[in-house]
């Protein structure tokens, strides 16, 4: 599949990082070391360990770049939470004028080889995505099979949290669509899914 807004990009700016470690893990100095050995003006750190946890200084670096610029990590999943994710990132990124690098993978948007990576890259998130759809409607039905018709919310069983974090990975669905499609309450959803220490102000955002 095509990435219609990942241009090659020109590089003219500033090179900022990005790195991110799970709670409890201690590898902030290895992604700061290779990052500024590769000549970043400037990195931004976040902590976060689930799908559900926010990234505050991600944020603040996508709202700190600029046209000409490229963002770099020391390694891919440093940055997507998914393939599906990631891809969309760069894609944004791209149609900014904004680079991207990953130095493990010795990936670079701003070469034509980088943007060919990602194009392949692309075709395999869309395969991804087929892949998830088909194991959620099969889970959906083994779910259904298995739950209460009528009355209240049924419970969350295995069958439908598999299926609950499936959806909420691919990050194409809200809580509440989750919720809506298991038959569950989207109190529920959040029990399930969010980190022990509480749900991320993100995933509260996403049930909006």
């Given at each position: 599949m095509p990435v219609d807004g990942c241009e090659t990009v020109r590089r003219m700016g500033a090179l900022l990082g990005y790195a991110r470690?799970?709670?409890?893990?201690?590898?902030?100095?290895?992604?700061?070391?290779?990052?500024?050995?590769?000549?970043?003006?400037?990195?931004?750190?976040?902590?976060?360990s689930g799908v559900l946890d926010e990234r505050p200084e991600l944020g603040r670096l996508l709202d700190h770049l600029r046209e000409g610029d490229t963002l770099v990590v020391w390694r891919l999943d440093r940055l997507g939470r998914s393939l599906r994710h990631?891809?969309?990132?760069?894609?944004?990124?791209?149609e900014r004028g904004v680079g991207f690098m990953s130095l493990q993978e010795s990936i670079d948007t701003t070469t034509p080889g980088g943007r060919l990576v990602f194009h392949v890259f692309a075709a395999l998130a869309e395969f991804e995505r087929d892949l998830i759809r088909e194991r959620t409607n099969a889970g959906l039905a083994a779910a259904r099979a298995r739950g209460r018709k009528g009355g209240r919310p049924s419970v969350m069983t295995p069958e439908k949290l598999a299926v609950a974090r499936e959806m909420y990975a691919?990050?194409?669905?809200?809580?509440?669509?989750?919720?809506?499609?298991?038959?569950?309450?989207?109190?529920?959803?959040?029990?399930?899914?969010?980190?022990?220490?509480?749900?991320?102000?993100?995933?509260?955002?996403a049930a909006a």
């Amino acid at each position: 599949m095509p990435v219609d807004g990942c241009e090659t990009v020109r590089r003219m700016g500033a090179l900022l990082g990005y790195a991110r470690v799970s709670t409890g893990e201690q590898e902030l100095g290895l992604q700061h070391d290779a990052l500024t050995a590769a000549g970043c003006l400037r990195i931004f750190s976040d902590t976060a360990s689930g799908v559900l946890d926010e990234r505050p200084e991600l944020g603040r670096l996508l709202d700190h770049l600029r046209e000409g610029d490229t963002l770099v990590v020391w390694r891919l999943d440093r940055l997507g939470r998914s393939l599906r994710h990631l891809i969309d990132t760069v894609t944004m990124l791209a149609e900014r004028g904004v680079g991207f690098m990953s130095l493990q993978e010795s990936i670079d948007t701003t070469t034509p080889g980088g943007r060919l990576v990602f194009h392949v890259f692309a075709a395999l998130a869309e395969f991804e995505r087929d892949l998830i759809r088909e194991r959620t409607n099969a889970g959906l039905a083994a779910a259904r099979a298995r739950g209460r018709k009528g009355g209240r919310p049924s419970v969350m069983t295995p069958e439908k949290l598999a299926v609950a974090r499936e959806m909420y990975a691919s990050g194409e669905h809200t809580v509440a669509a989750i919720a809506a499609v298991l038959g569950v309450s989207r109190a529920s959803v959040y029990r399930h899914l969010a980190p022990p220490d509480g749900l991320s102000a993100a995933g509260s955002a996403a049930a909006a």
